[in-house]
């Protein structure tokens, strides 16, 4: 089998496939120490992509895995363990900061109303599958991404 094809543009539509937890009315989920826990009221707003670039790999300690959904939609508690790290202008990444673990991806200074869900912090099942690979441009050397999916060199 060969390798899938590498886009070199962003494609906006053909990523946003749906989401595969239809009918999913409460998704639920917490950091490894269960000092931050989240509730999602509704959908992912797509499938989840798995995000190759510097920052995502520095941040989880390897490729981060997200899925978006609607910031209303995301209940938060024990905010008093969740920090956040401006990790760009446009961009901060909430984390537990008791065990450490990687929660959130949040453009919060871009005008989105959606806020990004590392998938590994979520309770199983969610429903979700992985649907494509972003920014493997920046990958790191010490793997291979042989799972068929749709990859991006950039977004």
């Not at 905010?79 to 453009?107: A, H, Q, T």
């Not at 990004?116 to 441009?137: E, K, S, Y």
Request: hydrophobic share 35%.
């Amino acid at each position: 089998m060969g390798k899938p094809p590498v886009s070199t543009e962003p494609d906006w539509v053909s990523w946003r496939t749906p989401s595969k937890n239809p009918g999913k009315t409460m998704l639920k989920g917490a950091c490894l120490c269960a000092g931050v826990r989240f509730e999602i009221a509704g959908e992912l707003q797509h499938a989840p992509d798995a995000c190759h670039c510097s920052q995502c790999c520095r941040h989880s300690g390897h490729y981060f895995v997200s899925a978006n959904v609607a910031r209303a939609a995301l209940t938060i508690h024990g905010e008093e363990n969740l920090g956040w790290y401006r990790s760009s202008e446009k961009v901060r990444r909430g984390f537990c900061k008791v065990c450490g673990s990687s929660l959130f991806w949040d453009p919060d200074r871009s005008g989105h109303d959606f806020i990004a869900v590392a998938m590994g912090a979520l309770d199983a099942p969610t429903g979700a599958q992985l649907a494509r690979h972003i920014f493997v441009a920046d990958k790191g050397d010490y793997y291979e991404i042989r799972d068929g999916l749709p990859q991006s060199e950039r977004f």
